[in-house]
């Protein structure tokens, strides 16, 4: 059983560790990452040794965060997890370092409480919200690159201030950041304005693949593992396709499907309106949000299509 602890009491535990290890969520976004780095830097400005671990490769266009990652070389006193709701969702690679988590930070409502110490705010729209908060706490002055990472963390959690989860404090957050720093216009441009070649290469097939059901009410695209492997996309890059066939005007209902390695199709539903995406994908063995939920089908591409519309079909 995990304690709970508030900002007070987190800034007393890490003022008191030393050689600090910090480890992001596999698949890592800019929340993990902008978290784990503006903590990197502020506990550096108390002289801290520290280092961060994410068992997959950090996308380049994160450079302008100035990550320490661990080589190695020292052993860790303190283990801290940033944003990483679940132990399965730090990677393989992590597994030598989970013996003990000593601390995590995190902000989702499914927060296991596997540390021994957990910093939990549900209602930030982001980890890098709480990170915000510490820095303030201890005193140290916030740099740019700290701003830097805390922006990234705060506009790529709530969509560039879009989702739900966004809040007055979010924006009041988002302006002081700006006003300490934070480029902005570059950021957004990296983060919300910018794909790669093999991305845009992956979203023309899966759109050629596209096609409406249920009175154009819902739209379904998907990619088999060949197509994804012809364009060479990487799996970080694939994750925001998912957003496309909701998109589309009068349609409430939007589903990618991709193929996996194993055979098998990930199946992602966006919605609109009233209708629940968690349901459509609970039906089905996954699970997820009201607005964006999940499902895997072990069948053939058609077979897998017409289990996910029959679901839709009870829904829309
Ligand atoms: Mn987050």
Known sequence: MTERIDLAKTLQMLGQAEDILLICHKNPDGDTLGSAGALQHALQAQGKRVAIFCSDKIAEKYGYMQLALYDGSWEPGYVVAVDVAGIQLFGEAASGYLKRVDLCIDHHPSNAGYAEATMLEEDSAATAEIIYQLIGMMGIEMTKVMADCLYTGISTDTGCFKFTNTTPRTHRIAAELMEQGADFVRLNEVLFESKSQQRLAIERIALS????????????????????ERTGVENSDLEGITSIPRMIEGVVVGITMRQLESGSYKVSVRTSGNIDACKICAALGGGGHIRAAGCEFFGNLENAKAAVLAEVKKQI
């Open 209 to 228: 693949h596209l096609e409406y059901h249920f009175d154009n009410r819902c739209a379904l695209m998907y990619v088999t593992r060949e197509e994804i």
